[in-house]
């Protein structure tokens, strides 16, 4: 391999691949490769910030690049190699002679290994080499109860209730950002790791070094973006169904919760509230007067947030201009349809800048201009009918290429929509994310999931990977998405959900609650009044016992607004998650380290969730400290495993006093 440097990198070039390894933020490095004679121009998940302690050498056998505690060296051969302060942190896997390896190399198995698709790109595969004590942790949710995804296979692709974010931090001190939007796979082998993109032009990857998963993170969200700061109007109780119907039943609602003295943050007008998708609009038989009902809710101190679906129905009244103007998503083959949810729709193309102008001129005329301000992006993976991910074409390329930064670019569009009305208090509610998604104001929930305690166990996991990947703002459905509320497990289910709710960025009341026996408005027509709904979902909703506790802890919450705030400027301040793994708040305690089931919210309090029916006690490990409980004031000294009582009206929960 021949070297050559600039200011800041390091090229190689051998035969037809050139290599870079370029420094890039604090302690980090942003390594590419190419068969194509450039590099793309696009940057995908990284803003480019400028290094402060770069060193380049360039010998006869290798070339070392050094900035701060990360450096790389990269071989005649082709091999690369991190070290974090001079131990080897991270290495590429090769099986093939001439290389260093000290195994078989009649595999002839190279790290970088470019596939040709004949008559297009790459399908690319990266090796690197697996380490027996590593831990691994982060990229985004995946509908699993496993914390350390040592030995996991994962899709990079964005399905309902699964989301790619494909950043990954290891125990062995270094944060990994696979810089690559494409359809692929990760896999966390103990033989190897691999990274996979179905369809590529280059290799793009960005690795940094540091002492703890907090100052990782920090290096991360440096060069990915930071959340904005949380509104404090967003704090306390979020209340939704599937679904209000009628702007009536909306009002209705928010008047009980006024009528019954309990705090209404935010109440949410769940899909087909409009005539047809693609509409952006309110059904004006069901919704006569918008901005007033808006008003009323703001004067009860309630903001009002609607959802908004990227899917086009053929009979939208945007539809026939969409198309004309190329803003929706084309399939490669065959009918162009691509979602069949009560109506034959296309997704609006997320990846083009004029469809994303285009929506959010609709949005601000039918939803803005009448009050709301605040949106709920549902089905933003987008969620196809078939996830034949080959099947669909974007502005910026194949989906095989590009398809995972859909739901960033859906959630820019309103992000910067709103920006651009001089509104700073923007949270929108979104299904799905990719790296980078926070710097646009998203709170992320964990998507369509099943109402029982697997799933509930599910969530924490997803939850806390999610604040890893560098997504602090994120919430599930409390009880879940799917379920019957008079199965007899539900109350119990909804207790111990709602107190897990309680210390989660935000504290939200969703579902589609069963039995589904109450008619529709309207067997006559498609849309708001066909469409079904769900049993009510209030507080109050489910017997008097429940509605106690509900209520208990919504105070709680309410109490703690103040120490919530601190949490949200963490997070906008160094890109710190809200629920936060044992080993970010003690990185040096080893135990930490293989605790799954309890998490810190914030650096001040414990929190060890029921995550299993009829569970009324738990062990709970406390790190170093002296631990204080919330409920009855009993003190212990830390460094060890107590067990606790945990009737339920309880969830353990402890305040770090030192």
Request: glycine content about 8%; proline content about 5%; some cysteine.
């Amino acid at each position: 391999m021949l070297f050559r440097q600039t200011e800041h990198a390091v090229i190689g070039r051998q035969e037809n691949e050139t290599l870079m390894i370029e420094a890039w933020g604090n302690n980090a490095l942003r390594v590419r490769s190419t068969h194509y004679p450039k590099f793309e121009e696009e940057d995908w998940a990284l803003d480019y910030v400028k290094p402060e302690d770069v060193h380049i050498t360039i010998e006869t056998k290798k070339a070392v690049i050094r900035n701060g505690k990360i450096h790389a060296e990269l071989t005649d051969f082709g091999e690369l190699s991190f070290y974090k302060e001079g131990k080897k942190i991270l290495m590429e896997y090769y099986r093939t002679f001439g290389s260093s390896s000290t195994h078989s190399p009649s595999l002839k198995i190279k790290a970088r290994q470019y596939l040709p698709i004949l008559g297009g790109d790459y399908e690319l595969k990266v090796r690197f080499e697996s380490c027996d004590e590593e831990k691994i942790y982060g990229m985004g949710q995946y509908q699993q109860p496993y914390l350390d995804l040592k030995g996991c296979n994962l899709e990079l692709a964005q399905r309902n209730s699964q989301i790619s974010i494909p950043f990954a931090i290891s125990n062995q001190g270094y944060g990994f950002l696979w810089n690559n939007p494409a359809i692929g796979e990760a896999s966390f082998g103990k033989n190897y790791t691999q990274w996979q993109a179905k369809v590529t032009k280059q290799m793009d990857y960005w690795i940094t070094a540091d002492d703890t998963p907090r100052q990782i993170i920090e290096n991360y969200t440096q060069v990915t973006g930071r959340t904005p700061m949380m509104p404090d109007s967003t704090l306390g109780l979020w209340q939704c169904k599937l679904r209000y119907r009628t702007q009536d039943e909306v009002l209705e609602v928010a008047r009980e919760y006024k009528r019954r003295g309990i705090p209404l943050d935010i109440i949410i007008i769940d899909f087909f509230h409009w005539i047809h998708q693609g509409d952006w609009g309110f059904d004006p038989k069901y919704w006569p007067n918008p901005k007033e009902m808006v008003q009323e809710l703001k004067e009860m101190g309630t903001r009002c947030m609607v959802s908004v679906w990227p899917t086009v129905d053929k009979q939208s009244v945007n539809f026939d201009a969409m198309k004309q103007k190329g803003l929706l998503i084309r399939a490669e083959k065959g009918a162009p349809q691509t979602f069949d949810v009560l109506g034959d729709t296309i997704f609006m193309d997320a990846t083009n800048p004029e469809a994303r102008e285009y929506v959010w001129e609709q949005v601000k005329k039918n939803y803005y201009d009448n009050g709301v301000d605040m949106f709920w992006l549902d089905v933003a993976e987008p969620e196809y009918t078939a996830y034949d991910f080959d099947q669909y074409r974007y502005y910026l390329g194949p989906n095989l290429r590009v398809g995972n930064i859909y739901p960033r670019m859906f959630t820019m569009t309103f992000y910067e929509g709103l920006k651009a009305q001089g509104r700073e208090d923007i949270v929108n509610l979104v299904r799905c994310a990719w790296a980078g998604s926070q710097k646009y104001a998203a709170l992320v929930w964990s998507g369509d999931i099943h109402g029982n305690f697997d799933s509930l166990r599910d969530q924490l996991a997803a939850g806390l990977n999610m604040g890893l990947a560098g997504i602090p703002w994120w919430v599930s459905d409390t009880g879940g998405f799917i379920g019957d509320k008079d199965t007899s497990f539900f109350n119990e289910l909804l207790i111990r959900w709602f107190q897990f709710s309680t210390f989660c960025p935000v504290l939200r009341m969703h579902g589609d609650r069963g039995p589904h026996n109450i008619e529709p408005l309207d067997y006559n027509t498609i849309g708001g009044g066909f469409c079904g709904t769900g049993q009510p979902n209030e507080l109050w909703s489910y017997g008097e016992e429940v509605y106690l506790i509900l209520k208990k802890y919504l105070d709680i919450r309410i109490s703690m607004k103040a120490y919530i705030k601190e949490i949200m400027e963490d997070a906008h301040r160094t890109g710190a998650p809200v629920i936060r793994t044992m080993f970010f708040e003690f990185p040096e305690d080893t135990y930490c380290w293989e605790i799954t089931d309890q998490y810190m919210f914030g650096s001040q309090y414990l929190v060890a969730p029921i995550l299993y029916e009829h569970m009324t006690k738990r062990t709970i490990y406390l790190p170093r400290g002296i631990w204080k409980s919330i409920h009855d004031g009993t003190v212990y000294e830390g460094g060890t495993t107590i067990m606790v009582e945990a009737p339920l009206s309880i969830i353990p929960v402890y305040h770090k006093e030192v």
